[in-house]
């Protein structure tokens, strides 16, 4: 059973990076026809797809905010990150990863996502 | 961006009601439209996929239809489980985009 487990800082001040890392078990970020994304979701608001990154080390993010994100392969293995710079209490969210069906656009896995507050 | 558009915002209905929750994109998408659920504290659980595809372990109550701009995300018997937000989810193309959601409680 694939499992994904976000890990990171719980609060961010303003102005700094935002670092998240996403551990996968069951199953390997370098399997074909997999991306491997982060979903954010303000306090009591809608999802927001940030990016997704994909074994062979290409990306997409969300042209809303291309210029402060980063999501690469994890410095362990089996994990992928999420580096968002720059932040605002704006950023304040659940942050999760998720694993998406290449193609078809689908999110199948969650992690149980972790909340990121920007405050000072 | 393709917008999502979900209707209604919430909904009030009795166990074994009926319920029709409808997304509307603001451009054709095909079949490219998936639902997920979502309970208070806990990640959105993928129901449905390509429109009208039963993710597996989904109660067969919850069915999608629809292709185009127009799709429905419909609960044939409510149960008192199924008391959650929705949300649709379009994949036609990047950015991925989801609906506001659609608030569903148990009368």
């Known amino acids: 059973q694939l499992q994904l487990q976000e890990s990171g800082s719980g609060l961010v001040k303003p102005s700094q990076t935002l670092s998240l890392t996403c551990a996968v078990s069951?199953?390997?970020?370098?399997?074909?026809?997999?991306?491997w994304n982060w979903i954010r979701q303000p306090p009591g608001k809608g999802l927001e797809w940030i990016g997704y990154f994909y074994h062979s080390g290409s990306t997409y993010y969300n042209p809303s905010l291309k210029s402060r994100v980063t999501i690469s392969v994890g410095r362990s293995n089996n994990q992928f990150s999420l580096n968002l710079s720059s932040v605002t209490a704006a950023d304040t969210a659940v942050y999760y990863c998720?694993?998406?069906?290449?193609?078809?656009?689908?999110?199948?896995?969650w992690g149980q996502g972790t909340l990121i507050t920007v405050s000072s | 961006d393709i917008q999502m558009t979900q209707s209604p915002s919430s909904l009030s209905a009795s166990v074994g009601d009926r319920v029709t929750i409808t997304c509307r994109a603001s451009?054709?998408?095909?079949?490219?439209l998936n639902w997920y659920q979502q309970k208070p504290g806990t990640a959105p659980k993928l129901l449905i996929y390509?429109?009208?595809s039963l993710q597996s372990g989904v109660p067969s109550r919850f069915s999608g239809s629809g292709s185009g701009t127009d799709f429905t995300l419909t609960i044939s018997s409510l149960q008192p489980e199924d008391s959650a937000t929705y949300f649709c989810?379009?994949?036609?193309?990047?950015?991925?985009?989801f609906g506001q959601g659609t608030k569903v409680e148990i009368k």
């Open positions: 451009q054709n998408i095909d079949n490219y």
């Open positions: 069951g199953g390997s970020i370098s399997s074909d026809g997999h991306s």
């Open positions: 998720a694993r998406e069906a290449t193609g078809r656009g689908y999110f199948d896995y």
């Open positions: 989810q379009q994949s036609y193309s990047a950015p991925r985009t």
């Open positions: 390509i429109a009208s």
